[in-house]
């Protein structure tokens, strides 16, 4: 073949025909005399009875995806620690330290966080590449298509059947999903281009540096949509109703207060005017929650807090249908229609502060007029119950000839004790022609109730249950040396006192370390009816100071009973932050010299860690990490869940692999990023477990690799992200978290998983005066219908956003249909691309 290069693409064909020629003289991975990075472990494995072999690898190949997920979940507790990173900095305009977040949230997803999730995936394809010299071969790039085919087709069906019935999620940040939407289709797109298009069958220098370099691009295009550069929502802003989101401009803002005011007066205050205008906007759970919940409850680990996520989801729902203020108008459709005096609510629904006294509620007729008419009307409980909070009331709205409207009043309850914001409900019934046309013949075809025959009636609560802050976002202690002795910081109550509200408060590590520096635990306080101050205890430790300060923080959280934060304080209206300052005392001894005290923070920091590290063989050992025995370790509520049955099989199982991974130093060193470094590693060593295991299993059982790839390996490295998913679907107000999330992954793995790989395979033979070969085939194809089938799937997205008002949920037919519809994409592209690959390979590599 020395002719070959010569020729146009004479490379491409020699480099084909050496890898032929291989393939043909190296034995299949499961045959006697082969073998991949690390597996067969014993020499006379491959002559074992082949049934064993399939039991044993099918085993093996599934407890390593539980031992990749179990670091996949270590790694994503580094990111979160790597992006939960705070700094505080002095802001001129309110003359104050304001603290905020480093890492943008779009930018740690389409990052850090795609790579926690996708890292299995992404490092198969590094790892073979320089494993197999720059070819490219095996599981890498069709387990990158198969694990995208899973999670856009599979996770979003169940996670559409997971939402209750009548219930509905929706995307909110629609620009930065339109954006991760589009690549997710155009990345597969442009494997087809460079693949079959511009350079068939090899991979230029410059198309893999395109491919990666798509990926800085992605995030920058996704940053500048999360901040709005691209525009708000054009479905949202054509809308007739007030609907109040995070996107909105100032003028829209303003348009929405003066409707507000017109409505429900201009002497009601800024709070209350708030209360009617807006939902409760909670900040959304992180992907690595979920991922690390979801993995923690398949192998027996410690359980993850769920609370929170479920009561902003019906506050943010009964806000919003609360806000639909115009009604639509209903048209007769046909002449005949016309003729009909029909008799319907003025609104659908209504809200009314309690202490307004009143409601006035309006029935309309359109059509026939020139007839007398009248329709029953009667309130009905909702929340709201009658003679507690409104009276109930019941009657006949009659309609002398001409009259197109009849106005009623309910009376609402006011009274001293906060409330949730509640409903009751008005329906309309018996609908009836008066006068002479009442004794027609087809009297009762002449008149009709319209579509709206029930009205909802929403009252809002105005007894205030106060604002919950520090008397100042700031605090100096001074410290005593070798003398503990205990703090009480104020948190203080005002703009009213009614009712018993709760907060949340942890105590955060700043420069100051836990244990060096102060001790205290993480609570709860409670505020009974009237109390104005309550008090948080920190022990400060008697620590020799000389000249040195540090700080800590504590944090205030997740109130209870409709309290709310000072938003003019650090932390804004989400929580309230008090930094605190523990100084030298004035009689410590003379200050030593620089070098010693940074020497001496260093040693309590490391001592801090390794005390951690310690505590995480603990958790390795035990059930559900030994949580019943750590009164820190508590839920949200309070009491520790017992394992199941599950968590002790799970356990047993997991627990070498748990005790492997207790190796990885926690996240107290270098802000995390020690822990990020090492759980990277581990991934990758137990990702060569998994490409060989599976290549086994593929082989004994005569499965071609691409085949394994798509079905074996995409299901078990993304079961985690499914049950993830469904959490964050069914806990979360909105879809952001369970289905933009598998766009900007799918994007990311094309980008990162494949671009990395191949610019640096591409560069390798470039230097060596040859071409990166990349066969299209059987890879191109299953590309092709993955990028079909992907089309499929977010056009249905976006029908079911127009026709149930959100991407997940909906009615029950509906819903099961559009489920069942993207499992049969996802089989379709599985049979597909198997019958692509077993016809172009003939079979597969297999043991005798």
């Given at each position: 073949s020395s002719f070959l290069p010569a020729?146009?693409?004479?490379?491409?064909?020699?480099?084909?025909?050496?890898?032929?020629?291989?393939?043909?003289?190296?034995?299949?991975?499961?045959?006697?005399?082969?073998?991949?990075?690390?597996?067969?472990?014993?020499?006379?494995?491959?002559?074992?009875?082949?049934?064993?072999?399939?039991?044993?690898?099918?085993?093996?190949?599934?407890?390593?995806?539980?031992?990749?997920?179990?670091i996949a979940d270590v790694f994503m507790g580094a990111i979160e620690k790597v992006t939960s990173k705070k700094i505080r900095l002095w802001n001129k305009q309110l003359q104050r330290h304001y603290t905020f977040e480093v890492w943008n949230e779009t930018v740690a997803n389409l990052t850090l966080m795609a790579l926690g999730s996708s890292a299995p995936e992404i490092l198969l394809n590094v790892i073979d590449i320089f494993a197999k010299e720059f070819v490219v071969e095996g599981l890498g790039p069709s387990t990158i298509v198969g694990s995208a085919a899973f999670n856009l087709l599979m996770i979003i069906a169940v996670c559409i059947v997971a939402i209750p019935d009548g219930e509905t999620r929706s995307i909110k940040e629609m620009p930065?999903?339109?954006?991760?939407?589009?690549?997710?289709?155009?990345?597969?797109?442009?494997?087809?281009?460079?693949?079959?298009?511009?350079?068939p069958d090899e991979v230029t220098l410059v198309e893999g540096v395109i491919t990666f370099l798509f990926f800085p691009i992605?995030?920058?295009?996704?940053?500048?949509?999360?901040?709005?550069?691209?525009?708000?929502?054009?479905?949202?802003k054509k809308a007739s109703v007030i609907s109040v989101h995070a996107d909105m401009l100032p003028e829209e803002w303003a348009e929405a207060e003066a409707k507000i005011r017109k409505e429900h007066g201009q002497n009601i205050t800024d709070e209350q005017c708030a209360k009617l205008m807006t939902a409760m906007y909670g900040k959304p759970r992180t992907r690595a929650?979920?991922?690390?919940?979801?993995?923690?409850?398949?192998?027996?680990?410690?359980?993850?807090?769920?609370?929170?996520?479920?009561?902003?989801?019906?506050?943010?729902?009964?806000?919003?249908?609360?806000?639909?203020?115009?009604?639509?108008?209903?048209?007769?459709?046909?002449?005949?229609?016309?003729?009909?005096?029909?008799?319907?609510?003025?609104?659908?629904?209504?809200?009314?502060?309690?202490?307004?006294?009143?409601?006035?509620?309006?029935?309309?007729?359109?059509?026939?007029?020139?007839?007398?008419?009248?329709?029953?009307?009667c309130t009905r409980d909702g929340d709201a119950k009658a003679g507690d909070d409104y009276t109930a009331v019941q009657g006949w709205a009659t309609f002398a000839v001409g009259q197109p409207t009849f106005s009623f009043d309910i009376k609402i309850v006011d009274d001293c004790a906060y409330e949730e914001d509640e409903d009751f409900y008005i329906d309309l019934s018996e609908p009836l022609l008066d006068g002479p046309a009442a004794d027609a013949a087809d009297a009762q075809d002449k008149v009709a109730i319209g579509a709206k025959k029930e009205c909802t009636v929403t009252i809002i609560d105005d007894d205030e249950p106060g604002v919950l802050c520090f008397p100042a976002s700031e605090q100096t202690v001074h410290s005593q040396a070798g003398n503990d002795f205990d703090t009480h910081f104020a948190v203080i109550r005002k703009n009213g006192s009614s009712g018993e509200v709760t907060v949340n408060y942890a105590v955060e590590e700043a420069s100051g370390k836990r244990s060096r520096d102060w001790d205290a635990k993480d609570g709860k306080l409670t505020f009974a009816h009237n109390q104005m101050e309550a008090y948080i205890k920190v022990t400060i430790k008697g620590r020799a100071r000389y000249d040195s300060k540090d700080t800590f923080r504590i944090v205030l959280s997740g109130t209870t009973g409709g309290a709310k934060f000072d938003a003019s304080m650090d932390g804004g209206d989400d929580k309230t932050i008090l930094t605190v300052t523990i100084e030298a005392d004035q009689h410590t001894k003379e200050r030593v010299d620089n070098v010693k005290k940074v020497i001496e923070a260093q040693w309590d920091k490391s001592k801090i860690g390794h005390q951690n590290w310690g505590a995480q063989f603990k958790a390795a050992l035990y059930v559900n990490g030994g949580a019943e025995d750590d009164d820190d370790d508590d839920d949200d509520e309070g009491e520790p869940c017992p394992p199941t049955a599950w968590d002790y099989i799970a356990h047993a199982l997991t627990v070498p692999w748990k005790l492997l991974f207790a190796l990885v130093p926690p996240t107290d060193f270098c802000d995390g990023w020690i822990c990020f470094v090492c759980s990277l590693l581990m991934i990758g060593f137990v990702t060569m477990i998994i490409g060989d295991m599976a290549s086994l299993l593929g082989c004994v059982l005569c499965i071609p690799d691409d085949i394994t790839a798509i079905t074996f390996v995409a299901l078990g490295t993304s079961l985690p992200d499914t049950f993830a998913s469904k959490t964050a679907?069914?806990?979360?107000?909105?879809?952001?978290?369970?289905?933009?999330?598998?766009?900007?992954?799918?994007?990311?793995?094309?980008?990162?998983?494949?671009?990395?790989?191949?610019?640096?395979?591409?560069?390798?033979w470039t230097i060596k005066g040859e071409v990166f070969t990349v066969e299209a085939g059987t890879l191109a194809f299953s590309v092709t219908v993955f990028s079909c089938c992907a089309f499929i799937c977010l056009t249905l997205l976006a029908v079911r956003r127009r026709l149930c008002g959100g991407e997940l949920g909906g009615k029950g037919p509906f819903k099961w249909a559009s489920a069942g519809l993207l499992l049969c994409l996802w089989v379709f592209y599985i049979a597909m691309s198997s019958w692509k690959s077993l016809s172009s390979s003939g079979g597969a590599k297999c043991a005798s």
């Open positions: 020729l146009p693409g004479g490379r491409a064909v020699a480099a084909r025909a050496v890898a032929a020629a291989g393939a043909m003289t190296d034995p299949a991975i499961c045959a006697v005399g082969g073998g991949g990075l690390l597996l067969p472990l014993f020499e006379a494995e491959q002559e074992w009875p082949r049934g064993l072999r399939i039991v044993l690898y099918l085993f093996g190949l599934f407890w390593s995806f539980s031992g990749v997920a179990l930065v999903y339109l954006c991760t939407a589009f690549f997710s289709i155009f990345a597969y797109v442009w494997l087809i281009i460079i693949l079959q298009g511009s350079s992605l995030t920058s295009l996704a940053f500048a949509a999360d901040k709005g550069y691209f525009g708000g929502k054009p479905e949202e929650h979920y991922r690390i919940a979801a993995t923690r409850a398949l192998c027996g680990g410690r359980r993850v807090s769920k609370v929170g996520g479920i009561l902003a989801r019906s506050l943010s729902q009964k806000m919003s249908s609360m806000m639909s203020r115009t009604p639509k108008r209903v048209v007769p459709v046909d002449d005949e229609e016309a003729q009909k005096c029909i008799m319907e609510f003025h609104c659908e629904k209504y809200a009314v502060l309690e202490n307004q006294g009143h409601i006035t509620v309006t029935i309309q007729r359109t059509g026939d007029l020139s007839v007398a008419s009248r329709v029953k009307y679907a069914t806990q979360d107000p909105y879809a952001d978290a369970s289905v933009g999330n598998v766009t900007g992954s799918n994007s990311v793995n094309v980008f990162l998983g494949l671009g990395l790989p191949w610019m640096i395979a591409a560069l390798h």
